[in-house]
């Protein structure tokens, strides 16, 4: 089985179908200019069930929560459809207008060998996520990783800015993957999130101009990070270096631009899912699609 990113444009309140693996893990993300709205998710399995509409996000212009449902065979993660037996659609139906609507899923092999990559480097503005005017919030690193997207793209904003426009109600914070690439889609942008194989399909988007923010996990074994584990840490890739090893922005690291070894870096990342937030021009849509895909 491959990653697979699937567009889709669904009409105000019709049920769109995305076809899908099989597989028994999603992300559906979505980007729109409108101020509120509410997206419900209906899924198809192999077997022939279906569920019930399951609410996925309601958005207001101040507010935003998931809906974290379930029915018998699957449910909503905060922003992870997962089930217990194989998807092969998933129905999307929304209250409001979609500029995109996007569906990605994982590749359950392994990586690729490794092999040796061209250096590549991007000039990623370094941004820390802490805040002196907000000792208490420690959890910051993925509105922080967006907004060092944002600022690649000539759009800076403050990170507490971004926090508030990314918190998710029900989930209690900012770490909601949907949600973060949801407000870059209110920008005038488009974002996903997808799921790669590898470092080696990371750079492929690092050699088209597109860093990506990756989600990664660890217990011990990645050095040089300035947390001793996380169960969840956004960082943002900006380029692999002659040696193989990945360049990156921590949010968490004093000096922020840091190296980490390309195969503990991959490890801990592959840990996570492979989840990485894509942020491009709108017309560079297909773009978006060709490399995740590729």
């Not at 769109?16 to 101020?35: F, I, K």
């Not at 980490?260 to 592959?270: C, I, K, N, S, V």
């Amino acid at each position: 089985m491959f990653c697979m990113l699937s567009l889709a444009r669904p009409q105000v309140g019709e049920e769109l179908l995305v076809r899908v693996g099989p597989t028994r893990e999603a992300v559906v993300s979505w980007n729109t200019r409108e101020l509120e709205g509410a997206i419900e998710l209906r899924v198809n399995a192999g077997d022939g069930r279906t569920s019930a509409w399951l609410p996925y996000v309601r958005f207001e212009a101040d507010a935003r929560q998931s809906g974290s449902a379930r029915d018998s065979f699957v449910r909503i993660d905060t922003d992870i459809v997962r089930a217990d037996v194989d998807l092969v659609t998933i129905g999307v139906r929304s209250t409001g207008s979609l500029d995109a609507l996007f569906v990605s899923t994982p590749d359950y092999g392994a990586p690729s060998p490794i092999v040796a990559l061209p250096a590549v480097a991007l000039d990623v503005p370094p941004y820390a996520q802490y805040d002196s005017k907000h000792p208490d919030e420690r959890g910051w690193c993925a509105p922080t990783a967006l907004a060092m997207l944002l600022a690649y793209r000539d759009y800076p904003l403050d990170v507490p800015v971004v926090a508030r426009e990314v918190f998710d109600a029900r989930y209690g914070g900012t770490g909601n993957w949907a949600f973060n690439v949801a407000f870059a889609g209110t920008l005038g942008f488009r974002a996903a999130v997808v799921h790669l194989r590898d470092l080696g399909h990371a750079h492929a988007f690092l050699a088209d101009d597109i860093p990506l923010a990756l989600s990664i996990a660890w217990r011990d074994g990645l050095p040089g990070a300035p947390l001793a584990h996380s169960q969840g840490h956004l960082v943002v890739l900006r380029g692999i270096d002659a040696q193989g090893d990945a360049l990156v922005n921590d949010p968490a690291a004093p000096s922020v631009m840091m190296t980490y070894p390309r195969r503990a870096f991959q490890d801990a990342w592959l840990a996570h899912g492979g989840i990485a937030l894509a942020v491009v021009p709108a017309p560079l849509e297909s773009t978006l699609l060709r490399l995740a895909n590729g």
